[in-house]
């Protein structure tokens, strides 16, 4: 069963594919597939869209080439 949650780095409705101990795995329409650790989850909220954007980014650099599922897994 898929649940809608709120993109944490567009704000956009988006789907929550899975709710783990240590991260939530996100589908957003705008910025694709990827994981989130709960720890950035929360304190992405206080960032700045660009700053969001450049840390989903930075987290696609680092899935192998696009292979692996980007994980923002902190705010660094
Ligand atoms: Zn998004």
């Known amino acids: 069963m898929e649940k809608k949650t709120l993109c944490p780095v567009s704000d956009e409705p988006a789907e929550l594919l899975a709710s783990e101990e240590e991260f939530v795995e996100i589908e957003c329409p ?12 929360v304190m992405v909220k206080g960032q700045s869209r660009g700053d969001r954007e450049t840390l989903l980014n930075k987290a696609r650099r680092d899935a192998q080439g696009g292979v692996g599922t980007p994980f923002i897994r902190n705010l660094t």
């Open 30 to 41: 705008r910025c694709g597939q990827f994981r989130i650790s709960r720890t950035a989850f």
